[in-house]
Structures are given as structure tokens and as C-alpha cells.
């Protein structure tokens, strides 16, 4: 039997765990802080899961996660998609979804502005919405403790790993978020610290909604069910490089750019944020992800601010990283 030790209970951390424990590994996670703790990228009630991507790949590996999704579902009893579906808002038609949508055989729709009003997002004059039934939420609380109740692996919390050669491991699966670079050196990643707020909405849950930046093709802000408040937004890769070790509050800023981004869009939520909250991305250059072996240890760095979604999938392809032959 493989000895695997998993370093960070974030949600990699926890679905390479669930991955790990299904192809018949010995796990160990080990956690510097709580398994709830607020100091990386994974906590928090939500995150939005969608299929539609510019870049079919992306579709193909957001299906594949899905499918993920519900045999963890099925497996833990408890429901982790909200599929509430997803309104992308573009400038020009060209940013949607639409053709990788298409060359992966799957259905969307074109909306009219008062199509788009009826789902709680006003669409600006002249721009396209394009809706996405495969889509909604990830209850990301729910989500991670499902990976690691479903794995029955021992978990180690309050437990710093100072260097992986510390670990009596046949491989150490590294899932560290922002603190990646400090035990295996070389990753291209950046480290940022993003805001995001909330606010209240009453009513059925939204669908997610991303509007894209027409300047950079990437997406500017976003919008998300929240299940206490009824509305979470942020504004994504907004924040300034972050050391993880520091603590820090929401940007008042960027709070207060996303709080005019509501006003504007959402009629049907009160623009006033009820709560902030920060949370670190930790980005590649192109948004993609580092999941490689190196030795023994295999660095799975799955972040880019969109990661959560794939975590089943990126959890087996580290499994399978770790337990290759
Ligand atoms: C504001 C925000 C909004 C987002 N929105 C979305 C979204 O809508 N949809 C989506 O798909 N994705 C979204 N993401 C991205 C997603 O949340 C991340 O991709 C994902 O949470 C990354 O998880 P992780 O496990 O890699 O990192 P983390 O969650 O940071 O986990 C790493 C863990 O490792 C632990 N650790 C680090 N070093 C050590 C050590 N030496 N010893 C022991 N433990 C250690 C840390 O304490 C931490 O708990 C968002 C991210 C943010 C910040």
C-alpha cells in the first residue's frame, strides 16, 4: 500500500485525499491551521461551478469534474451543486462561450434584455447574455468536508510541514495554495489577495452570473447564489500581491466597486454589502494550472481563481500522478 502524505486541507488538499483513498492509498493530510480556516482560497459557502469556457478544454475538464461532483454527491448523501445555471454578460458577442459550447455538443441560449431582467441581472444596452443550464454553485463548505468524510483518511491539523523530506512517505502530494512556493521552490505562480462582498437578495437563487472584461477577454467581475445572504460578488484578479503568512481585510475599494457593479446590475439585491471578506488567488499566467510530479513529490497548484470547480478532477489527476507507477 502507497504511504501518500497530502500537505493543505484546501479543497485540492481534500479531493486528492478523496481520489487517493478510492485507488486503495494510505493517506495523511496534514493542515497548518483548521480544517475551516480562513486563511486560504477555499473556504467560504460558495463558489460558482459552469461548463461554459471559451476554450474547449476547460468545457471538457468542467464536465468531467461534474461528473465528480455527483458520484461524491451520491457517496456522501449530501448536495453540492446548486445548478441555478449561469449568465455570462459580454460586450461583444465574440467573448462568449458560445463556440467551444458548440464544438462540445453542448445546449445554451441567447437572451434578450428582458429575458436576462427575468433571471435578476440587467443586460446593457447593446451587449449579449448567453445562459448556461449546466451551472450554479458549489456549496464549498459542504464540498470539502464531503471529500474527507467520504476518504476516511487520517487528518492532521495544527500540523506545519516545514519541509516535505520531513515526511516518512512513499510520495508527498503537495496542495499548499499560496504557500506552494515555500516547499517546493520553483512554481510561476503570483500570489494576490481578492475581496469579494455580499449582499441581500431575497427570492429563488439566481443563476451565476460572469461578466467579461472586453479589454482582456478574462472575466471582470461575478456574481453568485449565496445561501445566507442571496448575493456574493467579486471583482476577479483585482487584488494586490499578498504575503500568506500576513492577514488582511477586503480591499474598501474594490468593496466599492463591486457594491456600484450590483447597484447597476441586480435590482432585485440591496447594494449595501452586509458582509466582506478577502481569500488568495494563486495564478498562473495564463489561468492554468501546476499539476506535476517532481521526484517523489507531486505539486498540484489548481488555483488561478477558478479552480474550486475542478477539484474532482484535479484531485484523481494528482491520485493518478502520485500513484504512477
Ligand atoms: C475570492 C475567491 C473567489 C473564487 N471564486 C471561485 C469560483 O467562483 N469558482 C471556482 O471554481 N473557483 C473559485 N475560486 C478559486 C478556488 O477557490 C481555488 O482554486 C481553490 O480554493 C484552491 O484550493 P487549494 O486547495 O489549492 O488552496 P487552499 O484552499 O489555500 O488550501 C491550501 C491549504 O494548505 C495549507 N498549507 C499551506 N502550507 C502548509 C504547510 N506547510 N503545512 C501544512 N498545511 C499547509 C493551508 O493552510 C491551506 O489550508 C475563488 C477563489 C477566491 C480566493
Redesign the pocket.
Given at each position: 500500500m502507497t504511504r501518500v502524505a497530502v500537505?493543505?486541507?484546501?479543497?485540492?488538499?481534500c479531493a486528492a485525499a478523496w481520489a487517493l483513498a478510492k485507488r486503495g492509498a494510505d493517506v495523511t493530510v496534514?493542515?497548518?491551521?483548521e480544517l475551516d480556516?480562513t486563511?486560504?482560497?477555499?473556504h467560504g459557502r460558495s463558489?460558482?461551478?459552469r461548463v461554459a469556457y471559451p476554450d474547449p478544454a476547460w468545457v471538457r475538464l468542467a464536465q468531467e469534474a461534474r461528473d465528480g461532483w455527483h458520484e461524491l454527491e451520491r457517496e456522501s448523501g449530501e448536495e453540492l451543486l446548486g445548478l441555478y445555471g449561469l449568465v455570462e454578460i459580454v460586450s461583444d458577442p465574440a467573448l462568449t462561450s458560445a463556440a467551444a459550447l458548440d464544438a462540445c455538443g453542448i445546449a445554451y441560449s441567447l437572451l434578450d434584455g428582458s429575458e436576462t431582467r427575468s433571471l435578476g441581472a440587467n443586460l446593457p444596452e447593446g451587449w449579449t447574455a448567453l445562459f448556461s443550464a449546466d451551472a450554479g454553485i458549489v456549496h464549498a463548505d459542504r464540498a470539502r468536508h464531503a471529500f474527507l468524510d467520504t476518504a476516511r483518511v487520517r487528518v492532521e491539523t495544527g500540523?506545519?510541514?516545514e519541509s516535505v523530506d520531513d515526511l516518512d512517505a512513499d510520495v508527498v502530494v503537495v496542495?499548499?495554495?499560496?504557500?506552494v512556493g515555500?516547499?517546493v521552490g520553483d512554481v510561476p505562480v503570483r500570489v494576490t489577495r481578492?475581496s469579494?462582498a455580499y449582499f441581500r437578495r431575497e427570492g429563488s437563487p439566481m443563476p451565476s452570473v460572469v461578466e467579461v472584461d472586453p479589454a482582456t477577454g478574462g472575466h471582470a467581475l461575478?456574481a453568485?447564489h449565496d445561501p445566507v445572504h442571496g448575493l456574493k460578488a467579486?471583482a476577479h484578479h483585482a487584488g494586490a500581491e499578498a504575503d500568506p503568512d500576513t492577514q488582511a481585510e477586503a480591499d474598501p475599494a474594490i468593496v466599492e466597486r463591486i457594491a456600484a457593479w450590483v447597484r447597476e446590475r441586480f435590482p432585485g439585491a440591496d447594494p449595501e454589502p452586509v458582509e466582506t471578506d478577502s481569500?488568495?488567488?494563486?495564478s498562473t499566467s495564463d489561468e492554468s494550472f501546476v499539476c506535476e510530479r517532481r521526484g517523489r513529490v507531486v505539486v498540484g497548484?489548481?488555483?488561478s481563481?477558478?479552480?474550486?470547480?475542478?477539484a474532482p478532477a484535479v484531485g484523481r489527476q494528482l491520485a493518478a500522478l502520485a500513484l504512477a507507477e
Open positions: 500537505v493543505g486541507a484546501g479543497v485540492m488538499g496534514h493542515e497548518q491551521f480556516n486563511r486560504g482560497s477555499s463558489r460558482i461551478f500540523s506545519r510541514v496542495t499548499a495554495g499560496a504557500w515555500r516547499l481578492e469579494v461575478y453568485l467579486g481569500c488568495l488567488y494563486t497548484s489548481a488555483c481563481g477558478h479552480g474550486f470547480k475542478f
